[in-house]
């Protein structure tokens, strides 16, 4: 039995595809288009028929919206953005990978040596922001 498509994990190739869609948010592509765009990409030679199969799934699990275009062809613009692509994939991966819990993935990053010094700053300016706007209790 096929298991349902997750709406908030994108495979790799999903989520190439919404790179292709969201560089271009005020215009509707077709297949060829996306096609086109994605292997002008480190010189892929994806098959039209897995692009549209690809689309037609992105369709499925919400990630985009499609309607007739000219001839037989379906024009497809993204439904999800890409914050919210971050913000979902962020937390399916802290959840299947640290347990629910944001701590260990911010160790993992320290550890590793992943962030530089401003990248720290901007975080702990952004973290003072998250705890200014906090409620005294």
């Not at 060829?32 to 098959?47: G, P």
């Not at 550890?111 to 209790?137: C, F, G, V, Y």
């Amino acid at each position: 039995m096929k298991e349902p498509e997750n709406p908030d994990r994108l495979t790799d190739l999903e989520l190439e595809i919404m790179q292709v869609i969201w560089a271009r948010p005020e215009e509707t592509l077709t297949v060829r288009e996306v096609c086109d765009d994605l292997n002008q990409r480190d010189d892929k030679s994806l098959a039209y028929t897995t692009v549209q199969t690809m689309l037609g799934i992105l369709c499925r699990k919400g990630a985009l919206k499609s309607k007739p275009g000219p001839r037989r062809a379906h024009l497809y613009q993204a439904r999800m953005s890409r914050s919210q692509a971050r913000s979902s994939m962020t937390r399916d991966l802290v959840d299947r990978l640290f347990g629910g819990e944001s701590k260990p993935l911010f160790a993992a990053l320290l550890s590793d040596e992943m962030i530089s010094k401003s990248e720290l700053k901007n975080l702990r300016d952004l973290i003072d922001a998250q705890l200014d706007d906090e409620e005294p209790s």
